[in-house]
């Protein structure tokens, strides 16, 4: 895509805003026009760094401004008037995940998007991978259709930390809604179809410094057969973390040992592994400009839009299925009426993500 650059307003400009900053100014096809923060001095540091962009205390002062999209940096509880402002002003949506903080919220944003005609996506970063598409690839090309997997997230995540968001210590399940949606997503992304049931249960260890459930063990099962066996937490008491994605297919393994690389696969009879290179990767950076090349695509016509609002309500389904299960100590299928709140009470036929 060549022409006019991508004229963003950034909203939220606490932590994530600055890996944001970094990978719009490196885009010659983006750049900032506005920057939102009810904070006078966010709004002023990250002005330094943006010469002639608005600094805004409002969105309500976003009806002047000449843009093409609003990117939400902000945290997911109560961001509907954020939404309905970008919608009046007919500007296209790219929100960080997820959506909001619960599945009924989520869906009235999505009703809100599609009613006024307005381009919502969701800041599924780890979809743009390099290992996410390599482990793709690895099915096609070298052990066959995965029939189950392991996937095992365990790390010690420092809340107070000042380069962290500070409001998952006080949300409600915040390993679920903050970490366990990327992993979810992941799932029915890699492997290319919905799920139809999970069982789950969600726990805080005592010396956990999050306010409710920063554990989760989920079994899920999909539509085709796989099964996957998933544990996360924020709550592993070692600062060293550890991270396995095992898929046992129909040749062979694909294994991945850190959740940005590390990739390898190998047949049943292989004596040792066979690594897979990945190019060098930058954390929270490449992914992230690879998730604005997909939203400046799909608004140029190029492309579907990826990750829409729509999809992520997929997803944001497995977390409440995994909530709604931990706590009736039973198996939630897909089609609960539960999982199905009004505004997406007849959404389309689930279709897989590839």
């Known amino acids: 895509m060549t022409g006019t650059p991508l004229r963003i307003v950034l909203v939220g400009l606490g932590a994530r805003s600055r890996y944001w900053l970094d990978v719009i100014e490196a885009d010659p096809e983006a750049r900032v026009v506005a920057l939102m923060d009810p904070v006078a001095e966010r709004r002023a540091a990250a002005g330094e760094r943006c010469p002639g962009a608005l600094l805004l205390a409002s969105l309500d002062e976003i ?32 929100a960080e995940k997820p959506l909001a903080d619960t ?3 989520a869906a009235r944003h999505v009703a809100t ?9 969701v800041g599924l970063n780890f979809r743009y991978l390099a290992v996410t598409e390599a482990t793709r690839r690895l099915f096609a090309s070298e052990v066959g259709p995965p029939a189950f997997s392991r996937f095992t997230y365990e790390r010690w995540r420092d809340g107070r930390q000042a380069h962290l968001n500070k409001y998952p210590l006080e949300m409600a399940q915040p390993m679920l ?8 997503d992941l799932l029915r992304h890699v492997y290319s179809v919905e799920p139809v049931r999970i069982y789950a249960r969600t726990f805080n260890p005592p010396w956990s410094m999050y306010r409710d459930d920063a554990n989760v063990s989920a079994l899920v099962t999909f539509r085709n057969g796989v099964e996957v066996n998933y544990q996360g937490t924020w709550a592993a008491n070692w600062r060293r973390p550890a991270f396995e994605w095992r898929h046992e297919c129909e040749r062979g393994v694909v294994l991945q040992r850190d959740q940005f690389g590390e990739l390898s696969f190998a047949r049943r009879d292989d004596e040792r592994e066979t690594a897979v290179s990945l190019p060098p990767y ?64 007849r959404m389309p036929h689930a279709t ?3």
Do not use: K, N
């Open 352 to 354: 897989p993500t590839a």
């Open 177 to 184: 809604w903050e970490q366990s949606i990327h992993h979810l």
């Open 282 to 345: 930058r954390q929270w950076i490449d992914d992230a400009a690879a998730l604005l090349v997909a939203f400046r695509r799909a608004l140029a016509g190029e492309t579907p839009l990826p990750c829409s609002g729509a999809d992520h309500l997929r997803s944001l389904r497995m977390v409440e299925a995994c909530i709604l299960s931990s706590t009736s100590g039973q198996a939630i299928a897909m089609d609960d009426p539960r999982l199905l709140p009004p505004a997406t009470a």
């Open 113 to 121: 998007a599609e009613a006024a005609g307005v381009p919502l996506m």
């Open 103 to 105: 599945l009924a919220e």
């Open 63 to 94: 009806a002047g401004v000449e843009a093409d999209a609003v990117l939400l940096a902000t945290p997911p509880g109560g961001r509907a008037a954020q939404i309905e402002a970008a919608c009046r002003a007919g500007l296209a949506i790219l």
